[in-house]
C-alpha cells in the first residue's frame, strides 16, 4: 500500500515559538504588529497574538502587505508586518520594498522561508524511510523545476510536482509509484497547467533582491542552513529586527511546544497527526495546543476536519 505523510508545509506551523514571540513582544511595547489570521491564535508559553490583543496591545488582522502598509500610512506610532510563508508570498511582501515611498514607521518582520532546505533537512535528518517526495506545485509556480532537478542529483529520490485537487494527489501517487516500479527516481511534473520550467522570473528576481538566506531553525527542526529570508541591507531601514532591536532583546525565552504537543514530529513526518497523544482529545481546533491544529492548512488541523474521509 501507499503511505503518505505530511511534511513540514504550513508555513505557520513551521514559524518558531521563539519568531511569534518576537512579535507579542513588539506588540506588548507599544508597536502595531500585523499579521495574518492563522497566526494570531498560535500558542506559546507566553501566550498568543491573540491574547495580547485582549490584554490591549494593537494587534490586527490584514489579508495582504498592502493593508498594514496602509495602516502605517494613518498612524504615526511605529507598525510591523509579520510576514509568514515560502517562495510563494515572499514576493509579495518583497514589492513595497523595491517599490519605495514606505512610511518611516513601517517595518517588516520577516518568517519567510525557503522550501527545498528543509526538504534536504529531512533527508539529512535520516529519520524516515521515504521511497519519494510529492512536492509544492505552488512554490515551484514561482521557482520552476529547476531545484528538484538539483534535489534528484544529490539524492536520487523520485519527486512529483503536484496541485492541490484530489485528482492531483492520486496522480502524484501514481507517478511516484510508477517511478519506484521501474527503478528510475525521476523530478516530474504533475502540475503543468501552472508550473513552468522555468518558473516565474520576476518573482524569483523580487525575492533575490530584497532577502538573502540565514541559517535557521524551524519549528520541530535543528538550525537548517540557509533557510530563512532575512531583509537585505539595502532595505534595512524597513526590518523589524533591526529597527526594533532593542525591544526585540526584550523577547523572553519559550518552549518550543506545549507538553504534549507532536507537532515537531508531525512536521517531520515521524507521526501522523492521528498518532498524536493529544489529537481530538486535549488538541482540537477550538482548542488548540500548537500551529499544526490552528491554521487551516496545518497538518493536524486537516486530519481533524477530514477525520475517517482521507
Not at 508586518?81 to 514607521?105: C, D, M, Q, R
Request: proline content about 6%; charged content about 20%.
Amino acid at each position: 500500500g501507499i503511505e503518505v505523510h505530511q511534511g513540514p508545509g504550513c508555513p505557520v506551523c513551521v514559524t518558531t515559538s521563539h519568531e511569534v514571540a518576537d512579535a507579542i513582544t513588539l506588540a506588548r511595547n507599544g508597536v502595531t504588529v500585523c499579521a495574518f489570521g492563522d497566526l494570531m491564535r498560535v500558542p506559546t508559553t507566553i501566550g498568543s497574538l491573540f491574547d495580547a490583543k485582549t490584554d490591549g496591545a494593537d494587534v490586527r488582522i490584514v489579508y495582504s502587505i498592502e493593508d498594514a502598509v496602509r495602516m502605517a500610512r494613518e498612524q504615526t506610532t511605529p507598525l510591523t508586518f509579520v510576514g509568514v510563508g515560502f517562495e510563494t508570498t515572499a514576493p509579495s511582501t518583497g514589492v513595497p520594498l523595491i517599490k519605495g515611498g514606505l512610511p518611516e514607521n513601517f517595518s517588516i518582520y520577516s518568517c519567510h522561508r525557503y522550501t527545498m532546505p528543509a526538504v534536504e533537512a529531512i533527508i539529512g535528518l535520516g529519520e524516515n524511510t521515504i521511497d519519494g517526495f510529492i512536492m509544492p506545485g505552488h512554490v515551484a509556480v514561482i521557482t520552476g523545476m529547476d531545484p528538484f532537478y538539483d534535489l534528484l542529483k544529490r539524492y536520487n529520490l523520485p519527486q512529483v510536482v503536484a496541485g492541490f485537487e484530489p485528482l492531483d494527489m492520486l496522480m502524484a501517487c501514481y507517478m511516484l509509484a510508477k517511478q519506484l516500479y521501474e527503478k528510475e527516481a525521476r523530478a516530474e511534473n504533475e502540475y503543468t497547467r501552472l508550473v513552468r520550467e522555468s518558473g516565474n522570473m520576476k518573482a524569483k528576481e523580487i525575492i533575490k533582491q530584497v532577502f538573502h538566506p540565514i541559517d535557521m531553525n524551524w519549528r520541530g527542526f535543528p538550525v537548517i542552513p540557509k533557510s530563512v529570508m532575512a531583509i537585505n541591507d539595502e532595505f534595512a531601514a524597513f526590518d523589524a529586527h533591526k529597527v526594533h532591536e532593542d525591544i526585540l532583546a526584550k523577547t523572553p525565552a519559550v518552549a518550543e511546544e506545549a507538553k504534549g504537543c507532536s507537532c515537531g514530529q508531525v512536521l517531520r513526518g515521524l507521526i501522523t497527526s492521528e498518532q498524536c497523544p493529544m489529537f481530538g482529545k486535549g488538541c482540537k481546533p477550538t482548542s488548540p495546543m500548537g500551529p499544526c491544529m490552528v491554521s487551516a492548512e496545518g497538518n493536524c488541523n486537516i486530519a481533524y476536519r477530514f477525520r475517517g474521509r482521507l
